[in-house]
């Protein structure tokens, strides 16, 4: 499988990490500090067997796209296993998830994931994932005990490949004019 995610600016993955950290410590569960998962948002999950045209498409979009700014506003569970924090879904992330889809659409042997396909798409950034059920409960209220809403800036998209994660490309957006 491969990903298409967002990622952010120093601070807001500062802000993000610090959830990351504060839930490991309390649950002892390591999973996202164990395999580096940055701060994102996934905007496509897709399984593709030309790499190589996904890059290129990729690339292209970044030309096109822009840094902007988003506001997470509350916190979320995928149960049983994952805890995350969600922005608001705005006109830009919305534009980029269509955008996006709308490329990868185009493509042969690419096949996306029903739920990341417009309008079944839930904007998450995850801080805690593989949690057990006591596990999700302490994670839960650390953030319980922490969270506020937040802003943060978009500033790069990039490509990667999943099990084990994988970075295989990043492209930093244009700044706005």
Do not use: C
């Amino acid at each position: 499988m491969y990903l298409i995610s967002i990622y952010f600016d120093e601070n807001t993955n500062k802000k993000i990490e610090q959830y990351i950290q504060q839930i490991a410590k309390s649950t002892g569960n390591t999973f996202m500090l164990d395999h580096n998962v940055p701060s994102h948002i996934t905007i496509s999950s897709f399984s593709a067997v030309k790499e190589e045209v996904i890059i290129s498409m990729l690339e292209k979009q970044a030309e096109k796209l822009k840094q902007d700014s988003l506001q997470w506003v509350s916190v979320g569970m995928f149960l049983p296993y994952v805890i995350y924090l969600m922005p608001v879904l705005n006109e830009y992330l919305h534009t980029i998830s269509q955008e996006i889809y709308d490329s990868l659409v185009k493509l042969d042997d690419v096949e996306i994931s029903r739920f990341y396909r417009p309008f079944q798409w839930i904007p998450h950034t995850t801080v805690g994932k593989k949690l057990s059920k006591e596990e999700m409960a302490a994670a839960f209220r650390v953030v319980q005990n922490q969270f506020g809403v937040f802003d943060g800036r978009v500033t790069h998209i990039g490509l990667a490949k999943t099990n084990p994660y994988k970075e295989i490309v990043v492209f930093e957006l244009g700044m706005d004019s």
